[in-house]
């Protein structure tokens, strides 16, 4: 019998797959889960799964804008980085190294 992982399994496994070590990263992924995967579809939940697949250098320049996100998941990129994120706040998370983060990717 193949054991169906619960919501709180599934949960739990996403917080400890979004912890990737880098702040910046832990910041953009662990807001995405409390704010926005409750409401997310289920194709924007597969999206950001396979995200978290991606290795930390990958993620890391994906989700910074240091390379265009792969097809398909640009909405989900602007979600993370978008207005609403920590980052793009005045005072987000290393500032003075990281600097602002525009909607689109890239330095601002």
Known sequence: MNHVPTDD?????LRWS????????D???ERYLQTRWALASTERKG????????SDPELAAVC???VPPPTG????????????????EPNAVYPDH???????????
């Open 47 to 54: 999206e950001f799964m396979a995200l978290l697949e991606l």
């Open 9 to 13: 399994e599934v949960w739990r496994r």
């Open 27 to 29: 910041v953009l992924l």
């Open 64 to 66: 910074l804008g240091r």
């Open 73 to 88: 998941w640009e909405a989900l990129i602007l979600e993370l980085t978008g207005p609403s994120s920590e980052l793009s």
């Open 98 to 108: 990281v600097g602002p983060v525009s909607r689109l990717g890239g330095d601002a």
């Open 18 to 25: 979004a912890r990737r070590g880098m702040r910046e990263l």
